[in-house]
């Protein structure tokens, strides 16, 4: 039997040393441990996808909690299934001990691990979506107080209009208008469509 550890943070910023240091704690080897840093919404993950190549029957696996596994209802259901039963590995999910499939392997023991493994999931998925809103929330509120996001508009170079009547005249080829405006091409392009429709 071998004993493995997964560890997923959401983004390269946070930090996993709390995961690391109960991994640790169970005695999990450090090369066995596999961490991701993006989102949770699928199992479409690098580190995920190597360990599970990786485990065999009868291997235990290790995570900190049921949302570091993922969180996505459905797919977290799936994926258990898959791990448990189509493998045939074992999971430790340390924060909530009923999510031991090493206990109560009995009808009674399962029908308790599926429940709280359904509320879990669902809970994990909640907060997913809650986190989302929150985001477009904060989002609006911040673009109606007139917070610009995106890259700063660059502004139209003094003369612009001159530019252009020469660059379509056929005075200015587009590496001398570009020079002259300091505007990428595709901005040029953007400005000059910009400028002849207002003339219009």
């Known amino acids: 039997m071998n004993i493995y550890g997964y560890v997923r943070v959401s983004s390269a910023d946070q930090n996993e040393e709390r995961q690391l240091v109960v991994m640790k704690e169970n005695k999990v080897p450090k090369n066995n441990i596999y961490i991701d840093k993006q989102s949770g919404k699928d199992f479409e993950r690098p580190q995920y996808k190597e360990l599970v190549k990786k485990l065999k029957s009868g291997d235990l696996l290790y995570i900190l909690s049921i949302d570091r596994l993922g969180r996505n209802y459905e797919d977290i259901q799936k994926q258990w299934r898959f791990l ?27 029908f308790i691990a ?43 170079p003094d003369n612009f209009d001159k530019y252009i009547s020469e660059w379509e005249r056929g005075q200015l080829n587009t590496v001398e208008a570009l020079n002259l405006t300091g505007l990428s091409k595709s901005t040029f392009y953007r400005k000059v469509r910009e400028y002849n429709l207002v003339k219009k």
């Not at 045939?88 to 031991?100: A, S």
């Not at 999931?121 to 907060?127: D, G, M, N, P, T």
């Not at 477009?136 to 139209?156: N, S």
Request: proline letters at 6%; one cysteine or more.
């Open 114 to 156: 599926d429940l709280v493994l359904q509320i879990l999931s669902f809970v994990a998925q909640s907060e997913r979506e809650n986190i989302k809103k929150r985001q477009a929330q904060g989002i609006a509120a911040a673009k109606a107080k007139g917070v610009k996001f995106g890259r700063p508009e660059i502004p139209t």
């Open 84 to 110: 448990t039963k189509d493998i045939g590995i074992d999971i430790c999910v340390i924060d909530m001990p009923p999510l031991d499939t090493r206990n109560g392997k009995d009808l009674m023991g399962t």
